[in-house]
């Protein structure tokens, strides 16, 4: 069983950056890809990045490539750096975990069978 606590949104202004992290409590977390999603009010649940178990393999969304960074230690914890946002990336955001072994870590939602409760960003000023 994988449980995954997402934090650090909030309520930032157009242009500032933040920084996301997502704690998972699992044995291995090595045996993971991870990625994170988001959801504003009104739409589908979109993929933003995602990054393999070895870090090797960091795909992104083309909304946020270029602005968003995504790292992972391997002690226990993902992160997602964003910068220069603004009020598209409104939305609750969601860390998620799949545990199969693939060339590049997918970008869609329900390819992952672990999820985070989620936090919300809000960008505005």
């Known amino acids: 069983q994988v449980q995954l606590v997402e934090s650090g949104g909030g309520l930032v202004q157009p242009g500032d950056s933040l920084t996301l992290s997502c704690v998972a409590s699992v044995r291995t977390f090595t045996i993971y890809d991870m990625a994170w999603f988001r959801q504003a009010p009104g739409k589908e649940r979109e993929f933003v990045a995602a990054i393999s178990r070895t870090g090797d393999s960091t795909p992104f969304a083309d909304s946020v490539k270029g602005r968003f960074g995504i790292s992972r230690d391997y002690e226990k914890t993902m992160y997602l750096e964003m910068h220069r946002m603004n009020a598209e990336d409104t939305a609750t955001y969601y860390c998620?975990?799949?545990?199969?072994?693939?060339?590049?870590?997918?970008?869609?939602?329900?390819?992952?069978?672990?999820w985070g409760q989620g936090t919300q960003v809000t960008v505005s000023s």
């Open positions: 998620a975990a799949d545990g199969r072994a693939v060339p590049t870590p997918y970008r869609v939602a329900s390819e992952y069978s672990y």
